[in-house]
């Protein structure tokens, strides 16, 4: 692909999963794709994010999310100033699997990014809240910089305090129109949290306020399957990293702990999520 934007060349630290790129001022920029995941503070000027569908105008305070498979570029700049904060949240690890338990992180990091339309996928932060999460950002390009002891560590630290900022700022002033991706997000963050064991529609519907039908709808809408194909792909997902970072553990091992009850329903739902079986998969990855 034309503009693809590879992890390496932003990241160049495998401990250190977080970088801060300063766009003073952004340039125009063509249609591009990354490897990486960014999250994008808009702190002065105004511009224009356009995608293959829309055209979405920026201004200070707008803070959004975007995953590497979204192309996107800029135009029309008026003095547009931002800063990406490139990030790879399976790098970063159990720390930040913690904020997957909330759900406003679920629903600004995940659901906004993915499904948020062109006047709803931002956070807007006023002008109070933008100077205390540009306060974050300023430390971490000092430890970035001066690179002191322990700087990985507050670097970590800083962006983890940012990320549960800025979610709380989204759970306090979200877009008009996300009551519903509140509401799926809560059952994100349940799932998040129990995911290995046996999950029923019935108290997905309970602690989220909807009908069962609702749901299944809802995540049609906002994740292209069903809720158990979630859950299932979920455990996979679980499954292949502790297969890569658990080599001696037995397959059947780590699908009794990723909630499969029976070794060769997971072997299948594994292939079928990846496209290799456990054994493969884990091969591949430990030569």
Do not use: W
Not at 78 to 99: Q, R, T, Y
């Amino acid at each position: 692909m034309d503009n693809y934007l590879k992890t390496l060349d932003f990241i160049h630290d495998a401990s250190l999963p977080v970088t801060v790129v300063r766009r003073d001022p952004q340039p125009p920029y063509p249609l591009h794709a990354h490897e990486f995941s960014e999250l994008v503070i808009v702190y002065e000027g105004s511009g224009v994010q356009f995608n293959e569908h829309q055209r979405t105008e920026l201004n200070a305070g707008d803070v959004f999310v975007l995953h590497g498979k979204m192309k996107h570029g800029y135009c029309e700049l008026h003095n547009l100033k931002l800063v990406n904060i490139i990030f790879d949240l399976e790098c970063i690890g159990s720390p930040l699997a913690e904020l997957r338990l909330f759900p406003s992180f679920n629903a600004l990091f995940s659901l906004e990014p993915e499904y948020g339309d062109a006047d709803g996928h931002k956070l807007k932060l006023s002008e109070a809240r933008l100077m205390e999460a540009m306060r974050y950002v300023e430390q971490i390009e000092k430890e970035t910089q001066e690179k002191n002891s322990g700087y990985r560590l507050m670097i970590i630290a800083l962006f983890m305090q940012l990320i549960a900022y800025l979610s709380r700022c989204y759970e306090k002033a979200p877009p008009a129109r996300a009551e519903a991706i509140m509401k799926l997000s809560r059952i994100l963050s349940y799932i998040e949290k129990n995911y290995s064991s046996p999950l029923k529609l019935k108290q997905m519907a309970k602690i989220s306020g909807m009908s069962e039908s609702s749901i299944i709808r809802a995540f049609h809408k906002y994740t292209g399957r069903s809720p158990i194909d979630y859950v299932i792909s979920l455990r996979v997902q679980r499954a292949s990293v502790l297969l890569n970072k658990f080599p001696d553990k037995s397959i059947a091992e780590i699908a009794f702990e990723t909630g499969f009850s029976d070794s060769n329903y997971f072997s299948r739902q594994f292939r079928k999520n990846t496209g290799l079986s456990p054994r493969d998969y884990r091969t591949a990855r430990n030569p």
